[in-house]
């Protein structure tokens, strides 16, 4: 046998092992992704259109949005302080719930990703008279910038496509030595386009 042909045979088979192997990949990350909602052609909205509860110490309100996307990526969420004292919100205790059940701590943009890890992200302190408005996400629904893309401690955050059904956030509060939590949901519906 010529080696060089033996070469150039163990090389052509190394590379169709590769290209097979790559194509495998994608099928099963594409089947173990896919969440049966296709985006092609369907159409996203959500009842209500946001949540809202009102208390004569605060006013809280949550918003889901699309951005620039073409389904429900984020949240949007607001609390009023209308008390005269500070109202603190507890990241590491608030959750994304789907189904009425808890699916994971809340993110949002500059939060530090090992903050989250070791459930220590800083309180936010709202004070009185004043409005804190953020944009959350669910932390099992999103993807974190490459670490080479890394500056300062802060990563940025790719939402992800909220699932149909009864999607809501608990928000929970610290008011004059008491925690309040909030349970602020929607349903998140997806219809085929005529």
């Not at 896919?34 to 809280?60: C, K, M």
């Not at 984020?74 to 005269?84: E, G, I, M």
């Amino acid at each position: 046998m010529n080696y060089s042909s033996f070469s150039i045979r163990k090389a052509d088979s190394m590379s169709s092992r590769r290209a097979i192997g790559f194509l495998l990949s994608v099928c099963l990350l594409a089947l173990g992704c896919g969440n049966g909602q296709s985006l092609s052609g369907t159409v996203w909205t959500a009842r209500p259109e946001f949540h809202e509860i009102d208390s004569p110490q605060y006013n809280a309100r949550i918003e889901p949005q699309k951005g620039e996307y073409p389904y429900y990526a984020f949240f949007l969420f607001t609390l009023r302080n209308l008390s005269d004292t500070n109202i603190v919100i507890d990241w590491n205790a608030s959750r994304y719930m789907f189904d009425g059940k808890p699916r994971g701590p809340l993110v949002f943009e500059g939060i530090d990703p090992a903050t989250i890890k070791s459930a220590t992200i800083p309180p936010q302190t709202v004070a009185p008279g004043k409005t804190f408005t953020c944009r959350i996400m669910p932390l099992r629904l999103i993807a974190w910038s490459p670490l080479r893309q890394q500056s300062l401690k802060e990563r940025s955050i790719t939402p992800g496509m909220f699932p149909a059904g009864e999607n809501a956030v608990r928000i929970v509060l610290f008011h004059t030595g008491r925690s309040i939590p909030l349970t602020l949901s929607f349903q998140i519906i997806g219809k085929r386009a005529p």
